[in-house]
Protein backbone atom coordinates (compact mmCIF):
# COMPACT_ATOMS: atom_id res chain seq x y z
CA UNK A 1 0.00 0.00 0.00
CA UNK A 2 1.20 3.30 -0.74
CA UNK A 3 1.96 5.66 1.93
CA UNK A 4 -0.70 8.24 0.62
CA UNK A 5 -3.25 5.45 1.19
CA UNK A 6 -2.47 5.04 3.85
CA UNK A 7 -2.91 7.80 5.22
CA UNK A 8 -6.27 8.55 3.37
CA UNK A 9 -7.46 5.12 5.48
CA UNK A 10 -6.13 6.46 8.58
CA UNK A 11 -8.12 9.49 8.36
CA UNK A 12 -11.10 7.46 7.24
CA UNK A 13 -11.09 5.49 10.03
CA UNK A 14 -10.19 8.49 12.52
CA UNK A 15 -13.27 9.46 10.90
CA UNK A 16 -15.52 6.55 11.35
CA UNK A 17 -13.91 5.91 15.34
CA UNK A 18 -15.32 9.85 16.49
CA UNK A 19 -18.71 9.26 14.57
CA UNK A 20 -18.78 5.92 16.93
CA UNK A 21 -17.81 7.48 19.81
CA UNK A 22 -20.84 10.15 19.03
CA UNK A 23 -23.02 7.57 18.94
CA UNK A 24 -21.96 5.69 21.45
CA UNK A 25 -22.22 8.72 23.72
CA UNK A 26 -25.78 9.26 22.89
CA UNK A 27 -27.10 5.75 23.42
CA UNK A 28 -25.10 5.90 26.73
CA UNK A 29 -27.62 8.90 27.65
CA UNK A 30 -30.22 6.38 28.14
CA UNK A 31 -29.03 4.48 31.02
CA UNK A 32 -26.97 7.34 32.75
CA UNK A 33 -28.85 9.90 35.00
CA UNK A 34 -25.22 12.30 35.66
CA UNK A 35 -24.82 12.23 31.26
CA UNK A 36 -28.28 13.44 31.10
CA UNK A 37 -27.97 15.73 33.92
CA UNK A 38 -24.49 17.33 32.43
CA UNK A 39 -25.90 17.63 28.90
CA UNK A 40 -28.95 19.74 30.54
CA UNK A 41 -27.18 21.48 32.72
CA UNK A 42 -24.36 22.38 29.61
CA UNK A 43 -27.55 23.73 27.68
CA UNK A 44 -29.52 25.50 30.21
CA UNK A 45 -25.59 27.85 30.82
CA UNK A 46 -25.68 28.43 27.08
CA UNK A 47 -29.56 29.02 26.33
CA UNK A 48 -29.28 31.78 29.38
CA UNK A 49 -25.93 33.32 28.48
CA UNK A 50 -27.64 33.66 24.90
CA UNK A 51 -30.96 35.25 25.63
CA UNK A 52 -29.00 37.20 28.62
CA UNK A 53 -26.38 38.84 25.94
CA UNK A 54 -29.07 39.44 23.50
CA UNK A 55 -30.76 41.34 25.62
CA UNK A 56 -27.38 43.55 26.68
CA UNK A 57 -25.36 43.96 23.87
CA UNK A 58 -25.66 43.71 20.23
CA UNK A 59 -22.96 43.98 17.78
CA UNK A 60 -25.42 46.12 15.29
CA UNK A 61 -24.69 48.84 17.87
CA UNK A 62 -21.32 48.63 17.44
CA UNK A 63 -21.41 50.47 13.41
CA UNK A 64 -17.97 49.71 12.45
CA UNK A 65 -18.32 46.19 12.61
CA UNK A 66 -19.73 44.97 9.04
CA UNK A 67 -23.20 43.44 8.83
CA UNK A 68 -22.05 40.22 7.52
CA UNK A 69 -19.94 40.08 10.49
CA UNK A 70 -22.87 41.12 13.10
CA UNK A 71 -25.32 38.47 11.35
CA UNK A 72 -22.42 35.38 11.32
CA UNK A 73 -22.16 36.78 14.98
CA UNK A 74 -25.88 35.69 16.02
CA UNK A 75 -24.94 32.28 15.01
CA UNK A 76 -22.49 31.91 18.05
CA UNK A 77 -24.54 30.56 20.19
CA UNK A 78 -26.14 27.76 18.00
CA UNK A 79 -23.09 27.09 16.67
CA UNK A 80 -21.51 26.38 20.19
CA UNK A 81 -24.87 24.46 21.34
CA UNK A 82 -24.18 21.82 18.43
CA UNK A 83 -20.55 21.50 19.09
CA UNK A 84 -20.81 21.41 22.43
CA UNK A 85 -23.24 18.75 22.06
CA UNK A 86 -21.34 16.63 19.79
CA UNK A 87 -18.18 17.37 22.23
CA UNK A 88 -20.29 15.79 25.47
CA UNK A 89 -21.64 12.73 23.50
CA UNK A 90 -18.22 12.09 22.22
CA UNK A 91 -16.69 12.67 25.38
CA UNK A 92 -19.57 10.58 27.28
CA UNK A 93 -18.78 7.92 24.27
CA UNK A 94 -15.37 7.57 24.42
CA UNK A 95 -14.57 4.45 27.03
CA UNK A 96 -11.74 4.40 29.68
CA UNK A 97 -8.43 3.15 28.07
CA UNK A 98 -10.39 3.36 24.96
CA UNK A 99 -6.93 4.63 22.93
CA UNK A 100 -4.28 2.84 25.21
CA UNK A 101 -6.30 -0.74 24.26
CA UNK A 102 -5.99 0.43 20.46
CA UNK A 103 -2.42 1.00 20.65
CA UNK A 104 -2.36 -2.56 22.58
CA UNK A 105 -4.02 -4.17 19.76
CA UNK A 106 -2.14 -2.88 16.95
CA UNK A 107 1.14 -4.24 18.64
CA UNK A 108 -0.40 -7.32 18.69
CA UNK A 109 -1.42 -7.37 15.51
CA UNK A 110 -5.05 -7.81 15.70
CA UNK A 111 -5.40 -5.92 12.81
CA UNK A 112 -7.45 -6.09 9.44
CA UNK A 113 -5.92 -6.25 5.87
CA UNK A 114 -6.10 -2.46 5.60
CA UNK A 115 -4.44 -2.28 8.56
CA UNK A 116 -7.13 -0.98 10.98
CA UNK A 117 -7.64 -2.46 15.04
CA UNK A 118 -11.24 -3.12 16.44
CA UNK A 119 -12.43 -0.07 18.18
CA UNK A 120 -13.31 -0.09 21.78
CA UNK A 121 -17.15 1.18 21.70
CA UNK A 122 -18.59 0.43 24.88
CA UNK A 123 -17.41 -1.35 28.14
CA UNK A 124 -19.79 -2.04 31.53
CA UNK A 125 -20.82 -4.53 33.95
CA UNK A 126 -23.35 -7.58 33.32
CA UNK A 127 -26.05 -7.49 34.39
CA UNK A 128 -26.16 -10.60 35.66
CA UNK A 129 -22.56 -10.98 37.33
CA UNK A 130 -21.23 -8.08 38.60
CA UNK A 131 -17.73 -9.19 38.74
CA UNK A 132 -17.91 -9.46 34.77
CA UNK A 133 -17.07 -6.74 32.62
CA UNK A 134 -17.90 -6.81 28.79
CA UNK A 135 -16.37 -4.72 26.78
CA UNK A 136 -17.68 -4.32 23.21
CA UNK A 137 -15.75 -3.98 19.89
CA UNK A 138 -16.73 -2.61 16.07
CA UNK A 139 -14.52 -5.54 14.76
CA UNK A 140 -13.49 -3.68 11.77
CA UNK A 141 -14.02 -6.94 9.90
CA UNK A 142 -11.62 -9.62 11.70
CA UNK A 143 -13.58 -12.62 12.29
CA UNK A 144 -14.26 -14.18 15.49
CA UNK A 145 -11.59 -17.15 15.07
CA UNK A 146 -9.37 -14.35 14.61
CA UNK A 147 -9.55 -13.11 18.20
CA UNK A 148 -9.59 -16.63 19.51
CA UNK A 149 -6.39 -17.20 17.82
CA UNK A 150 -5.03 -13.96 19.83
CA UNK A 151 -6.81 -14.89 23.00
CA UNK A 152 -3.77 -15.41 25.42
CA UNK A 153 -2.08 -12.12 23.61
CA UNK A 154 -5.66 -10.08 23.82
CA UNK A 155 -5.54 -11.27 27.64
CA UNK A 156 -1.65 -9.78 28.29
CA UNK A 157 -2.54 -6.62 26.75
CA UNK A 158 -5.42 -5.88 28.79
CA UNK A 159 -4.27 -7.59 31.71
CA UNK A 160 -7.62 -9.16 31.98
CA UNK A 161 -8.81 -12.71 31.92
CA UNK A 162 -10.83 -13.37 28.82
CA UNK A 163 -14.11 -15.73 29.98
CA UNK A 164 -15.35 -15.43 26.70
CA UNK A 165 -15.49 -14.14 23.17
CA UNK A 166 -18.79 -13.63 21.17
CA UNK A 167 -20.18 -11.94 18.47
CA UNK A 168 -22.25 -8.91 19.01
CA UNK A 169 -25.57 -7.91 17.30
CA UNK A 170 -24.44 -7.68 14.31
CA UNK A 171 -21.36 -9.79 12.65
CA UNK A 172 -19.10 -6.45 13.05
CA UNK A 173 -19.42 -6.09 16.81
CA UNK A 174 -17.30 -8.75 19.01
CA UNK A 175 -17.87 -9.08 22.86
CA UNK A 176 -14.81 -9.54 25.26
CA UNK A 177 -16.06 -11.09 28.93
CA UNK A 178 -13.49 -10.55 31.12
CA UNK A 179 -12.76 -11.04 34.76
CA UNK A 180 -9.89 -9.23 36.66
CA UNK A 181 -6.92 -11.21 35.89
CA UNK A 182 -6.09 -13.99 38.40
CA UNK A 183 -9.60 -15.07 39.35
CA UNK A 184 -9.36 -18.71 38.90
CA UNK A 185 -12.49 -20.89 38.60
CA UNK A 186 -12.91 -23.09 41.46
CA UNK A 187 -11.19 -26.41 41.22
CA UNK A 188 -13.90 -28.53 42.83
CA UNK A 189 -17.87 -27.60 42.50
CA UNK A 190 -19.93 -30.16 44.60
CA UNK A 191 -23.45 -30.91 43.08
CA UNK A 192 -26.26 -29.98 45.07
CA UNK A 193 -29.90 -30.79 44.47
CA UNK A 194 -30.91 -27.52 44.32
CA UNK A 195 -28.97 -27.55 41.11
CA UNK A 196 -31.14 -29.03 39.75
CA UNK A 197 -33.62 -26.84 37.18
CA UNK A 198 -37.38 -26.82 36.81
CA UNK A 199 -37.56 -27.49 33.61
CA UNK A 200 -38.02 -30.79 32.12
CA UNK A 201 -35.48 -30.14 29.14
CA UNK A 202 -32.70 -28.39 30.65
CA UNK A 203 -29.44 -30.13 32.11
CA UNK A 204 -26.51 -28.58 34.13
CA UNK A 205 -23.12 -29.28 33.29
CA UNK A 206 -20.87 -26.97 35.95
CA UNK A 207 -20.38 -22.98 35.99
CA UNK A 208 -18.20 -21.23 33.97
CA UNK A 209 -16.66 -17.33 35.06
CA UNK A 210 -20.46 -16.30 33.57
CA UNK A 211 -22.78 -18.18 35.61
CA UNK A 212 -24.27 -21.42 35.21
CA UNK A 213 -23.48 -23.44 31.92
CA UNK A 214 -26.79 -25.82 31.07
CA UNK A 215 -28.03 -27.31 27.68
CA UNK A 216 -31.27 -27.17 26.80
CA UNK A 217 -32.08 -30.45 25.04
CA UNK A 218 -35.37 -29.17 23.42
CA UNK A 219 -33.00 -26.96 21.80
CA UNK A 220 -29.63 -28.69 21.22
CA UNK A 221 -30.85 -32.52 21.60
CA UNK A 222 -27.48 -34.61 21.47
CA UNK A 223 -24.28 -33.78 23.19
CA UNK A 224 -20.54 -34.83 22.72
CA UNK A 225 -18.02 -35.51 25.21
CA UNK A 226 -14.21 -35.94 24.12
CA UNK A 227 -11.49 -35.15 25.52
CA UNK A 228 -8.31 -37.29 27.48
CA UNK A 229 -8.50 -40.08 29.53
CA UNK A 230 -9.14 -38.94 32.97
CA UNK A 231 -10.00 -35.32 32.21
CA UNK A 232 -13.57 -35.85 33.40
CA UNK A 233 -15.83 -37.26 30.83
CA UNK A 234 -17.45 -39.80 32.44
CA UNK A 235 -18.33 -38.44 35.81
CA UNK A 236 -19.77 -35.20 33.74
CA UNK A 237 -21.92 -38.34 31.51
CA UNK A 238 -23.03 -39.61 34.48
CA UNK A 239 -23.61 -36.19 36.58
CA UNK A 240 -26.66 -35.37 33.35
CA UNK A 241 -27.89 -39.33 33.18
CA UNK A 242 -28.35 -38.47 36.84
CA UNK A 243 -30.51 -35.51 36.06
CA UNK A 244 -32.19 -36.74 33.64
CA UNK A 245 -33.44 -39.73 35.85
CA UNK A 246 -34.77 -37.31 38.80
CA UNK A 247 -36.92 -35.59 36.06
CA UNK A 248 -38.29 -38.54 35.58
CA UNK A 249 -36.67 -39.05 31.77
CA UNK A 250 -35.89 -42.74 30.48
CA UNK A 251 -32.21 -43.60 30.22
CA UNK A 252 -30.77 -45.93 28.53
CA UNK A 253 -27.03 -46.99 28.61
CA UNK A 254 -25.42 -49.27 26.19
CA UNK A 255 -21.46 -50.32 27.98
CA UNK A 256 -19.88 -52.69 26.85
CA UNK A 257 -17.28 -53.19 29.46
CA UNK A 258 -20.04 -55.56 30.85
CA UNK A 259 -21.26 -52.56 33.23
CA UNK A 260 -18.10 -52.51 35.58
CA UNK A 261 -18.38 -48.72 35.51
CA UNK A 262 -21.53 -48.28 36.03
CA UNK A 263 -22.50 -49.34 39.70
CA UNK A 264 -25.50 -51.68 40.78
CA UNK A 265 -27.77 -48.64 41.58
CA UNK A 266 -27.90 -47.59 37.25
CA UNK A 267 -28.75 -51.16 36.69
CA UNK A 268 -31.47 -50.92 38.71
CA UNK A 269 -32.65 -47.43 37.17
CA UNK A 270 -31.39 -47.27 33.64
CA UNK A 271 -31.66 -49.86 30.88
CA UNK A 272 -28.20 -51.43 30.19
CA UNK A 273 -27.43 -52.89 26.89
CA UNK A 274 -24.17 -55.04 26.92
CA UNK A 275 -23.14 -56.01 23.28
CA UNK A 276 -24.25 -55.73 20.28
CA UNK A 277 -27.30 -57.54 19.91
CA UNK A 278 -28.57 -56.07 22.50
CA UNK A 279 -27.46 -52.34 21.78
CA UNK A 280 -29.56 -53.40 18.35
CA UNK A 281 -32.57 -54.15 19.84
CA UNK A 282 -32.46 -51.17 21.97
CA UNK A 283 -32.02 -48.92 18.96
CA UNK A 284 -34.90 -50.47 16.51
CA UNK A 285 -37.30 -49.96 19.62
CA UNK A 286 -36.14 -46.25 19.70
CA UNK A 287 -36.02 -45.82 16.42
CA UNK A 288 -39.48 -47.39 16.26
CA UNK A 289 -40.46 -44.87 19.21
CA UNK A 290 -39.49 -41.92 16.78
CA UNK A 291 -41.45 -43.30 13.52
CA UNK A 292 -44.87 -43.38 16.27
CA UNK A 293 -44.12 -40.24 17.80
CA UNK A 294 -43.90 -38.60 14.26
CA UNK A 295 -47.10 -40.15 13.23
CA UNK A 296 -49.41 -38.98 15.91
CA UNK A 297 -47.65 -35.55 16.38
CA UNK A 298 -48.21 -35.16 12.24
CA UNK A 299 -52.06 -36.26 13.08
CA UNK A 300 -51.97 -33.94 15.96
CA UNK A 301 -50.82 -30.97 14.09
CA UNK A 302 -47.77 -30.93 17.07
CA UNK A 303 -44.84 -29.29 15.86
CA UNK A 304 -42.93 -31.14 18.79
CA UNK A 305 -42.87 -33.18 22.29
CA UNK A 306 -43.28 -30.16 24.38
CA UNK A 307 -46.10 -29.11 22.41
CA UNK A 308 -48.13 -32.49 22.27
CA UNK A 309 -47.80 -32.58 25.93
CA UNK A 310 -49.03 -29.38 26.51
CA UNK A 311 -51.95 -29.54 24.36
CA UNK A 312 -53.29 -33.43 24.91
CA UNK A 313 -52.31 -32.89 29.10
CA UNK A 314 -50.06 -36.51 27.98
CA UNK A 315 -46.66 -36.97 28.99
CA UNK A 316 -44.28 -38.94 26.72
CA UNK A 317 -41.43 -39.14 28.28
CA UNK A 318 -37.81 -38.26 27.14
CA UNK A 319 -35.62 -41.11 26.11
CA UNK A 320 -31.91 -39.81 26.78
CA UNK A 321 -29.65 -42.70 25.10
CA UNK A 322 -25.85 -42.96 26.47
CA UNK A 323 -22.61 -44.42 25.72
CA UNK A 324 -19.64 -44.09 27.35
CA UNK A 325 -16.63 -45.08 25.11
CA UNK A 326 -18.63 -45.13 22.33
CA UNK A 327 -15.41 -46.03 20.12
CA UNK A 328 -15.61 -49.70 22.17
CA UNK A 329 -19.07 -50.10 19.97
CA UNK A 330 -18.56 -48.41 17.20
CA UNK A 331 -14.84 -48.67 16.31
CA UNK A 332 -14.32 -51.65 13.50
CA UNK A 333 -10.70 -51.91 13.28
CA UNK A 334 -10.04 -55.70 13.29
CA UNK A 335 -13.76 -56.58 13.05
CA UNK A 336 -15.59 -59.84 10.66
CA UNK A 337 -17.87 -58.83 8.22
CA UNK A 338 -20.52 -60.12 9.86
CA UNK A 339 -19.70 -58.04 12.92
CA UNK A 340 -18.90 -55.10 10.74
CA UNK A 341 -22.51 -55.18 9.30
CA UNK A 342 -23.98 -55.14 12.68
CA UNK A 343 -22.36 -52.02 14.11
CA UNK A 344 -22.98 -50.75 10.48
CA UNK A 345 -27.12 -51.29 11.61
CA UNK A 346 -26.22 -49.33 15.20
CA UNK A 347 -24.53 -46.77 13.29
CA UNK A 348 -27.56 -46.10 10.65
CA UNK A 349 -30.24 -46.45 13.78
CA UNK A 350 -28.04 -43.67 15.71
CA UNK A 351 -27.62 -41.85 12.39
CA UNK A 352 -31.99 -41.48 12.67
CA UNK A 353 -32.01 -40.26 15.62
CA UNK A 354 -29.42 -38.34 15.34
CA UNK A 355 -31.19 -36.48 12.58
CA UNK A 356 -34.68 -36.76 13.88
CA UNK A 357 -34.62 -36.62 17.61
CA UNK A 358 -35.24 -33.60 18.78
CA UNK A 359 -38.98 -32.79 17.69
CA UNK A 360 -39.71 -36.15 19.74
CA UNK A 361 -37.38 -36.07 22.77
CA UNK A 362 -34.81 -39.10 21.47
CA UNK A 363 -31.72 -37.81 22.70
CA UNK A 364 -27.94 -38.78 22.38
CA UNK A 365 -24.84 -38.27 24.38
CA UNK A 366 -21.80 -39.51 23.64
CA UNK A 367 -18.92 -40.09 25.15
CA UNK A 368 -15.17 -40.73 23.63
CA UNK A 369 -11.80 -39.46 24.07
CA UNK A 370 -11.37 -39.18 20.26
CA UNK A 371 -14.40 -39.10 18.44
CA UNK A 372 -12.81 -38.73 15.23
CA UNK A 373 -14.32 -40.04 11.62
CA UNK A 374 -13.16 -43.39 11.78
CA UNK A 375 -15.17 -43.53 15.30
CA UNK A 376 -18.45 -41.57 15.07
CA UNK A 377 -19.24 -41.36 10.86
CA UNK A 378 -19.70 -37.54 9.75
CA UNK A 379 -23.44 -37.88 9.94
CA UNK A 380 -23.53 -38.80 13.25
CA UNK A 381 -21.12 -36.20 14.37
CA UNK A 382 -22.93 -33.36 12.29
CA UNK A 383 -26.21 -33.47 14.47
CA UNK A 384 -24.10 -33.73 17.79
CA UNK A 385 -24.07 -30.01 18.66
CA UNK A 386 -23.36 -29.79 21.81
CA UNK A 387 -19.93 -30.06 22.05
CA UNK A 388 -17.61 -30.63 25.50
CA UNK A 389 -14.38 -30.78 25.15
CA UNK A 390 -11.94 -32.00 28.28
CA UNK A 391 -8.42 -31.59 28.70
CA UNK A 392 -6.85 -32.24 25.33
CA UNK A 393 -3.77 -31.71 22.72
CA UNK A 394 -4.19 -29.57 19.66
CA UNK A 395 -5.11 -32.26 17.79
CA UNK A 396 -7.83 -33.75 19.73
CA UNK A 397 -9.27 -29.95 20.67
CA UNK A 398 -9.12 -29.92 16.86
CA UNK A 399 -10.69 -32.93 16.50
CA UNK A 400 -13.81 -32.40 19.11
CA UNK A 401 -13.88 -28.57 18.66
CA UNK A 402 -13.04 -27.52 15.56
CA UNK A 403 -10.33 -25.47 17.19
CA UNK A 404 -7.46 -25.84 19.23
CA UNK A 405 -8.84 -24.17 21.97
CA UNK A 406 -8.99 -26.71 24.70
CA UNK A 407 -5.45 -27.13 24.74
CA UNK A 408 -4.72 -23.75 25.67
CA UNK A 409 -7.16 -23.17 27.80
CA UNK A 410 -7.46 -26.32 30.14
CA UNK A 411 -4.80 -26.91 32.49
CA UNK A 412 -2.83 -29.83 31.87
CA UNK A 413 -3.28 -30.88 35.32
CA UNK A 414 -7.46 -30.63 35.47
CA UNK A 415 -9.82 -32.73 35.87
CA UNK A 416 -13.65 -31.59 35.21
CA UNK A 417 -12.81 -28.72 33.49
CA UNK A 418 -14.30 -28.60 30.04
CA UNK A 419 -14.33 -26.02 27.21
CA UNK A 420 -17.70 -25.63 25.67
CA UNK A 421 -18.49 -25.37 21.87
CA UNK A 422 -19.02 -21.76 22.08
CA UNK A 423 -15.78 -20.95 23.71
CA UNK A 424 -17.12 -21.51 27.28
CA UNK A 425 -14.33 -22.82 30.01
CA UNK A 426 -16.39 -24.45 33.36
CA UNK A 427 -15.91 -26.55 35.91
CA UNK A 428 -18.24 -29.44 35.80
CA UNK A 429 -20.17 -30.17 38.89
CA UNK A 430 -18.96 -33.31 41.17
CA UNK A 431 -21.44 -35.61 42.17
CA UNK A 432 -21.28 -38.49 44.27
CA UNK A 433 -22.79 -41.40 42.47
CA UNK A 434 -24.07 -42.84 45.77
CA UNK A 435 -26.38 -40.16 46.45
CA UNK A 436 -28.36 -41.34 43.70
N1 LIG B 1 -16.06 -32.43 38.04
C1 LIG B 1 -14.94 -32.90 38.59
N2 LIG B 1 -14.34 -32.17 39.56
C2 LIG B 1 -13.20 -32.63 40.12
N3 LIG B 1 -12.60 -33.78 39.80
C3 LIG B 1 -13.14 -34.54 38.85
C4 LIG B 1 -14.34 -34.13 38.18
N4 LIG B 1 -14.65 -35.08 37.27
C5 LIG B 1 -13.71 -36.02 37.34
N5 LIG B 1 -12.80 -35.71 38.30
C6 LIG B 1 -11.62 -36.52 38.69
O1 LIG B 1 -11.04 -37.07 37.51
C7 LIG B 1 -11.00 -38.47 37.61
C8 LIG B 1 -11.26 -39.08 36.24
O2 LIG B 1 -12.58 -38.83 35.85
P1 LIG B 1 -13.32 -39.66 34.74
O3 LIG B 1 -14.68 -39.12 34.63
O4 LIG B 1 -13.19 -41.12 35.01
O5 LIG B 1 -12.45 -39.29 33.47
P2 LIG B 1 -12.55 -39.89 31.99
O6 LIG B 1 -13.84 -40.59 31.86
O7 LIG B 1 -12.43 -38.70 31.11
O8 LIG B 1 -11.39 -40.78 31.84
C9 LIG B 1 -12.04 -38.83 38.63
O9 LIG B 1 -11.73 -40.01 39.29
C10 LIG B 1 -12.03 -37.66 39.56
O10 LIG B 1 -11.03 -37.83 40.54
MG1 LIG C 1 -14.19 -42.54 31.33
Excluded at 81 to 107: D, H, S
Excluded at 302 to 311: E, Q, V
Amino acid sequence: MRMEEKERLNRQMQKRYVWLRVRNGYKSLKNSKPKRFVLATFYTVVLLAWIFNKNRFSLKDVDFISPAFAALSKLVWPIMLVVGTVFLLLLFGTPVNAGRIINEFRRIGLINSAGETPILTAKYKDEKQSEVTVLTFDGVGIPLPEWENKRQRIEAALNLHVVKLAEGKNKREVLIFTVPAGKPLPERLEWRDSYLTKDDSTLVLGQSLLGVVGVDLAKIPHILLGGSTGSGKSMLLKLLLMQALKKGHAVCIADFKGGVDFSAVWHEKCRMCFDEDALLTLLTKLVNELELRKRVLRESGCPNLDAYNRRTGKRWQRYIFACDEVAEVLDKTGLSKEQKEKVNLIESKLAVIARQGRAFGIHLILATQRPDANIIPGQIKSNLDFRVCGRADTVLSQIILDSTAAAEQIPKDAAGRFLLYDGTVFQAYLFDEHSL
